[in-house]
């Protein structure tokens, strides 16, 4: 063949101005992949005629001569950190690497070798026993549970696709791919192939896709499956990958090039503003005037969401955060007189919650009239209870406890400010605390939770009337009807409109209501009773007039008529 003659003849040139001798044609005809004829002529570099110039039956054989020489990298072998996705598709492949051509102890070797981290430190203590290896990583990284756990956990981390978002729909599309070979790999499928599973991913599309893939499902008129969710979402990712690829983007601009090196961060740079609320470096954050004017709810929200530090109000970051801050410092706001105890800038200080209401209480002795009170049990935490008068008052707002009640009941309430308003008009303010505490009824033991303000004392103490209230008229006996007497612990406000009613019972001005609580009696009554008043005696005196006790008259200092001259010289020198 023209090929094989040409071969010979470039060979045979090529040893003759090496050696300056002939050799025997029986050597011209040693094969070309000869590694004796290599040693021999180590620095001749063996030019092939090009095969475009040959035929085509002859270029493959010379291109098959080429890359016969070339040399491949060895495979590496792969690497395992702890990631329970990664497990399997680990062990699969590290046992087809080494295969049967290594003993155990060669084969651990090689193993400890590709563990890292936290699956490294667990095999340490293990000699030679290849197998036991495999027996402590399978029950930690190799159960399907914890496989499927992780998925579903890193589907529900994935934050719903907003309109625009193409990357992160492509980013979605990649993550439920995997996860499903990944389920596949270990033989459940089924863990992800769903209708939670598919409804979790339908939610997670915006609402442009959602109808897209809806109207898909209406034109396939299939059962919505897994795979045709992968299959639908491959195709979208496909054509918005190729919508908006550089290629197909028109550029319409015009000038010259400028070529620029950069550190790699393709991410545009933001611009720093000291104020990031007003985006201007002429103030800092803490100066801001629209920051000061928010109310408090308003700051917090707007802290939250840019993701600010409590304490000197920047942008927070991985090396800047609460605990680290260099003006972390405790609160310089006031509570009546004492600082507050948290660590945070004065302008998310929450100011004290404000309660006003209105108690009205009326204790008429003339009228005899009975308010409705009722004697229960109230209970705290840790099993303390305490035995008290309960009064109902439609007319108040809030309820109020007595302070010393709270105390024995070991109560524990969150601070407020009350506005207490007199009957003049003048108005104080006091602070107190707000507790939660419950009401037992004494008839059916039923407990009751209710919210209370505490004060120092509700009213002046109650008499005990019940043994001149005629309970035959309602035909209710003493025993039924539970009231006490002395102080005032716990009014009920017309907020807990459950209390203030019952079934009713009346007999003239006098009214008996079964509530919650208990029969209670209120109203007027005619009955016999004796009453011991005193009388003062009260001493009436002159009205002193105060214009002569003020008189200059009064005190000797009135000037006396003369006819003195003036002098200078006092009236001890005079004398």
Same mark, same amino acid.
């Given at each position: 063949?023209?090929?094989?003659?040409?071969?010979?003849?470039?060979?045979?040139?090529?040893?003759?101005?090496?050696?300056?001798?002939?050799?025997?044609?029986?050597?011209?005809?040693?094969?070309?992949?000869?590694?004796?004829?290599?040693?021999?002529?180590?620095?001749?570099?063996?030019?092939? /005629?090009? /095969?475009?110039?040959? /035929?085509?039956?002859?270029?493959?054989?010379?291109?098959?001569?080429?890359?016969?020489?070339?040399?491949?990298?060895? /495979?590496?072998?792969?690497?395992?950190?702890?990631?329970?996705?990664?497990?399997?598709?680990?062990?699969?492949?590290?046992?087809?690497?080494?295969?049967?051509?290594?003993?155990?102890? %060669?084969?651990?070797?090689?193993?400890?070798?590709?563990?890292?981290?936290?699956?490294?430190?667990?095999?340490?203590?293990?000699?030679?026993? #290849?197998?036991?290896?495999?027996?402590?990583?399978?029950?930690?990284?190799?159960?399907?549970? #914890?496989?499927?756990?992780?998925?579903?956990?890193?589907?529900?981390?994935?934050?719903? @696709?907003?309109?625009?978002?193409?990357?992160? #729909?492509?980013?979605?599309?990649?993550?439920?791919? *995997?996860?499903?070979?990944?389920?596949?790999?270990?033989?459940?499928?089924?863990?992800?192939?769903?209708?939670?599973?598919?409804?979790?991913?339908?939610?997670?599309?915006? *609402?442009? %896709?959602?109808?897209?893939? #809806?109207?898909?499902?209406?034109?396939?008129?299939?059962?919505?499956?897994?795979?045709?969710?992968?299959?639908?979402?491959?195709?979208?990712?496909?054509?918005?990958?190729?919508?908006?690829?550089?290629?197909?983007?028109?550029?319409?601009?015009?000038?010259?090039?400028?070529?620029?090196?950069?550190?790699?961060?393709?991410?545009?740079?933001?611009?720093?503003?000291?104020?990031?609320?007003?985006?201007?470096?002429?103030?800092?954050?803490?100066?801001?005037?629209?920051?000061?004017?928010?109310?408090?709810?308003?700051?917090?929200?707007?802290?939250?969401?840019?993701?600010?530090?409590?304490?000197?109000?920047?942008?927070?970051?991985?090396?800047?955060?609460?605990?680290?801050?260099?003006?972390?410092?405790?609160?310089?706001?006031?509570?009546?007189?004492?600082?507050?105890?948290?660590?945070?800038?004065?302008?998310?200080?929450?100011?004290?919650?404000?309660?006003?209401?209105?108690?009205?209480?009326? @204790?008429?002795?003339?009228?005899?009239?009975?308010?409705?009170?009722?004697?229960?049990?109230?209970?705290?935490?840790?099993?303390?209870?305490?035995?008290?008068?309960?009064?109902?008052?439609?007319?108040?707002?809030?309820?109020?406890?007595?302070?010393?009640?709270?105390?024995?009941?070991?109560?524990?309430?969150?601070?407020?400010?009350?506005?207490?308003?007199?009957?003049?008009?003048?108005?104080?303010?006091?602070?107190?605390? *707000?507790?939660?505490?419950?009401?037992?009824?004494?008839?059916?033991?039923?407990?009751?939770?209710?919210?209370?303000?505490?004060?120092?004392?509700?009213?002046?103490?109650?008499?005990?009337?019940?043994?001149?209230?005629?309970?035959? *008229?309602?035909?209710?006996?003493?025993?039924?009807?539970?009231?006490?007497?002395?102080?005032?612990?716990?009014?009920?406000?017309?907020?807990?409109?459950?209390?203030?009613?019952?079934?009713?019972?009346?007999?003239?001005?006098?009214?008996?209501?079964?509530?919650?609580?208990?029969?209670?009696?209120?109203?007027?009554?005619?009955?016999?009773?004796?009453?011991?008043?005193?009388?003062?005696?009260?001493?009436?005196?002159?009205?002193?007039?105060?214009?002569?006790?003020?008189?200059?008259?009064?005190?000797?200092?009135?000037?006396?008529?003369?006819?003195?001259?003036?002098?200078?010289?006092?009236?001890?020198?005079?004398?």
């Amino acid at each position: 063949m023209a090929y094989e003659s040409a071969l010979k003849l470039q060979r045979k040139t090529a040893k003759v101005d090496l050696k300056g001798s002939d050799r025997d044609e029986s050597a011209e005809e040693v094969s070309p992949l000869n590694p004796v004829r290599e040693e021999a002529a180590p620095l001749v570099q063996e030019e092939f /005629p090009e /095969p475009e110039h040959l /035929p085509i039956a002859e270029q493959s054989e010379v291109r098959s001569a080429q890359f016969s020489k070339l040399k491949m990298e060895k /495979p590496k072998m792969p690497k395992f950190s702890g990631d329970v996705r990664d497990y399997h598709v680990f062990k699969s492949a590290f046992m087809l690497a080494i295969g049967t051509g290594y003993s155990e102890r %060669d084969a651990i070797s090689v193993l400890r070798a590709c563990l890292h981290g936290k699956p490294a430190e667990m095999v340490r203590g293990i000699g030679s026993d #290849f197998e036991a290896v495999w027996e402590y990583l399978d029950p930690v990284y190799g159960d399907p549970r #914890f496989i499927a756990d992780a998925i579903i956990n890193d589907l529900n981390k994935f934050k719903a @696709l907003k309109d625009g978002e193409d990357s992160r #729909f492509c980013e979605l599309v990649h993550l439920i791919r *995997r996860s499903f070979n990944t389920l596949k790999e270990i033989g459940r499928p089924q863990d992800m192939d769903n209708s939670q599973m598919l409804a979790l991913i339908e939610r997670k599309l915006n *609402r442009d %896709d959602k109808k897209v893939w #809806f109207r898909y499902l209406e034109m396939e008129n299939k059962q919505e499956t897994l795979a045709m969710l992968i299959d639908w979402l491959t195709i979208e990712m496909k054509s918005r990958m190729r919508a908006t690829a550089p290629v197909r983007c028109d550029s319409n601009k015009s000038g010259y090039a400028v070529h620029y090196a950069g550190n790699g961060n393709t991410e545009a740079v933001k611009p720093f503003h000291k104020c990031w609320i007003c985006e201007t470096s002429t103030h800092w954050v803490d100066e801001c005037k629209k920051l000061a004017a928010m109310s408090y709810s308003q700051n917090m929200e707007k802290i939250k969401d840019n993701h600010a530090c409590f304490c000197c109000l920047k942008k927070a970051g991985k090396s800047h955060r609460m605990a680290n801050c260099k003006r972390r410092k405790q609160c310089t706001e006031m509570i009546n007189g004492r600082q507050c105890t948290y660590f945070h800038h004065p302008l998310l200080y929450k100011p004290q919650e404000s309660v006003t209401g209105s108690v009205c209480i009326t @204790l008429n002795e003339s009228a005899k009239a009975i308010l409705l009170i009722v004697q229960t049990k109230m209970a705290g935490p840790k099993g303390s209870e305490y035995t008290g008068n309960v009064l109902f008052d439609s007319g108040a707002e809030i309820s109020l406890v007595r302070l010393s009640v709270a105390e024995n009941l070991n109560l524990k309430g969150r601070h407020v400010d009350v506005t207490i308003t007199k009957l003049d008009g003048e108005q104080g303010q006091i602070q107190t605390k *707000r507790f939660q505490l419950q009401i037992k009824s004494l008839e059916t033991n039923r407990l009751y939770q209710i919210q209370a303000i505490g004060l120092p004392t509700i009213s002046e103490e109650i008499e005990e009337i019940q043994e001149v209230i005629e309970l035959q *008229r309602l035909k209710l006996e003493h025993s039924d009807v539970k009231r006490g007497s002395g102080l005032l612990d716990l009014l009920i406000d017309v907020d807990l409109g459950q209390m203030h009613s019952g079934e009713m019972r009346q007999s003239g001005n006098l009214v008996a209501r079964h509530s919650p609580l208990g029969w209670v009696v209120f109203g007027s009554f005619q009955g016999q009773s004796t009453y011991q008043k005193s009388v003062l005696h009260v001493k009436v005196s002159e009205t002193i007039n105060m214009t002569d006790f003020w008189s200059t008259e009064s005190i000797g200092v009135q000037s006396q008529n003369c006819q003195c001259e003036p002098t200078k010289l006092s009236k001890l020198e005079q004398e």
